[in-house]
């Protein structure tokens, strides 16, 4: 089965930046890879509510999980953003200087 259509993942990356903390997240993600639970302290959320947008940030592309040892681990996808920015520079064009 083939993955979502660039239109489906475009507004699956939209939607996950449209939030603060998500994107919050991705800059703490950007820096280290890291569990739901060591992002929660400087977040100031619970384990669980990282968890919920960690799963968000994953479904959309722009981040990823990874084994690590006993822990579950989150790191950036180096081209996460790739859809949204090849739609972006599409509106060039219309949107003039």
Known sequence: MNGPT????EQLIFAALSDTTRRRMLK???ENASS???LSSPLG???QAVAKHLLIL???G???RR???REIVFELVAHGLDTATTYIKSLEPVMGD
């Open 45 to 47: 959320i619970s384990r």
């Open 62 to 64: 722009l981040a990823r």
């Open 58 to 60: 994953v479904d959309a």
């Open 67 to 69: 084994r690590n040892g």
């Open 28 to 30: 703490l993600l950007g």
């Open 36 to 38: 739901a639970s060591r």
């Open 6 to 9: 660039d239109a489906v993942r």
